[in-house]
């Protein structure tokens, strides 16, 4: 008599989305009854700086625009090689030709953005998503290390440009407001991770499980980089003041390289970085360990709703009933990505547990991010900013390439020792913010006064 042994393809729980959506409502709508602050926070409030509001609507819808765009590529990248035949060893040299790009172009660009002003440099970025959707929608085979490179440099400029240009706009619009500067912050992470989720269920309505329709998220990629670019092209006014790469480079070294807070500050920023893209490469192949059958796509709302329940936390911790010190706040949740992600490498788990463990993650993450944004307006002149930005991102990208180069392409490190190595920089980021806490806040003076 034969035996039939069922398989079934494990899904998360609809009680889990539910659970993300109604815990992010909550926390946003009653912040304002419990802050201590002498104002609630600039979202609600509509009845002082509304300047301000529009400005601050008009980039966020500016900023999810680029995160639809951005997500579009990350959610459906791989399935895009695939469906050309690409194979492993072809997609991870792939990765490393775009890590290799990200190296040493990240200082570069984050110069080049404080020089000639960001909103240019933002305009670049929309410049080469349409040049890579083109690229992809025109041609049968288009190159995958021109388009990959290109998304990098895309990726680079969004993970700083955006962030500089805000601010040095907000201290246009109403100077030092630090708690209406604070809202923005985490705003964009929590519409940056609502557009990734907007972006995989639009290229899943794109594409609706026909394989032919690969190029479907490109033609839609045409139409949103050009609005983008339009947007961008009108409207905006950055008033760039002119300064000699002289003089830029004296005033870097002087409050930047010569700092040792900004280096713990650019310290912690790169080990998340880092951690962050360990997880991508590697959570997938975690949970599908030991021939296990699971819903990937179901999976990934979950991590990017968690994020934004963990940006709303964000405000709570600054300015609710009990406000905490950002430096603390981040050698906790350090500490927290640190044993979350040891025990995913270490410690077998069954589905449920590694899922659960992952949301914790990302909400970690989700209020890690704000709270650097906030002490990089602290620490780092605004006209240094998407330098010190970009230099920082320099280790994250070093350390990735190596690890796909020892881990993926010569096989000669584990997942876990990989994920080892995350673990180490987030333990030694929750250090570097310590340490940050003890040498106190100098207040800098504008370099170009003096």
Known sequence: MAITIESSIWEPSPFIYLFLFLSCCFSIFLFPHFSISSRTSSVFDHGIASSFLRFQRKFLLL???????????FAFGEFELASYGVGREQMIISLCFRYAASL????FLGVISDLVGHRKVCLFFGILHFFVAICKRVSEYPSFFVTGICLSLANTIFSFSFESWMVTLHEKQQGHRQDSLNDTFWLMVFFESACFIASQMFGNWLIGGNFEKKTAPSTAAIFLATACITFLSRGWAENQQAISFKDYSM??????????????LGWAQACLHFSIGIFWILWAPTVVAD??????????PCFLGSRMLGSTIFPWLTSGPLPIRTEDCLVYAYIILGLVL???????????????????????????LPSLARLRTMYVPNELRGGMMGLSLAPANAAMLLSLVQGGYNRNAGNASLMAFGVLGLL??????????????QPYNNWRKQ
Not at 104 to 107: G, R
Not at 291 to 300: P, Q
Not at 355 to 363: E, Q, S, Y
């Open 342 to 368: 040891s025990i995913i490498a270490y410690d077998y788990q069954e589905i449920g547990v590694l899922v659960t463990l992952f949301i914790l993650f990302h909400a970690c993450v989700g209020l890690i």
């Open 251 to 264: 005033s870097f070294y002087a409050y930047i390289l010569s700092d040792k807070r900004i280096w713990l």
């Open 63 to 73: 900023y999810s625009l680029s995160s639809v765009m951005e997500g579009l590529w």
């Open 291 to 300: 021939g296990r059958e699971v819903h990937l796509g179901l999976i990934y």
């Open 104 to 107: 040493f172009a990240s200082p």
């Open 428 to 441: 030694t980021a929750a250090a570097s913010m310590h340490a940050l806490k003890q040498c106190g806040k």
